[in-house]
């Protein structure tokens, strides 16, 4: 029987991805956020289409990778809302604030 090596990327890496997207959050350039964000998304859906691609021995039992890896996407999708709420939520704030600086400027 065969090491499934490939199930063991569910338990290092992915889980390593995940606190760089939260550390993502606190970026300052959108660009660099979003794109480490999308990369780390991105890398642990590629780890899991490789892993769930693998065919399993009727002796294997069942694929715990895949189901790890597919618990971590569904982290990393939700780190892209929040990512994405942040972005919406400081938009907001700066056209607030920018139309409170207009209004008191009228006002002199």
Known sequence: MDDPWYDYLAIPVAPLLLLVQVGMLFIRPPLWRWAISLAGTAAIAGMLFYVESRPVAPD???????????????????????GGAREVVALTVREFRAERQSKGAGRR
């Open 60 to 82: 294997e039992g069942v694929n715990i990778g895949a189901g790890v890896l597919l618990l971590w996407l569904v982290v990393s999708i939700a780190l892209l809302a929040v």
